[in-house]
């Protein structure tokens, strides 16, 4: 009977948890590391420059205008809920709620 409820002592062991140990660096690794992240931001350099001359625009007039248009309302927008202070944002709120408290209750 004892048998039955016996549970295997120790903590729960899981999937990789075991032997999986983090190397130390050395001043090697530094070292390629320092020349990798050198070599990368020059080639990225390189490629933005070739991306800005290869660049062909091929949108029309009006689509280009209507970019910029939403662009511009989009500015406005974020410029306009900027300049709202947390108390007007609240009043606004609060006008809005009882608004539809009224629609709902009062029909």
Known sequence: MSDEYSAMGGGLKL??????KKKKKTKKDKA???VAAVAAEKSKQERGEALTAEYDDS???AQKKFDKVQQERE????????QKSHKEKVDVS???RSAVWLL????
């Open 75 to 82: 500015y406005a927008k974020i410029k306009s809920k900027a």
């Open 59 to 61: 949108r029309t007039e």
């Open 32 to 34: 390629k590391l320092l």
């Open 104 to 107: 709902k209750y009062t029909y």
């Open 94 to 96: 609060i006008i809005y």
């Open 15 to 20: 999937k990789g948890a075991i032997g999986k």
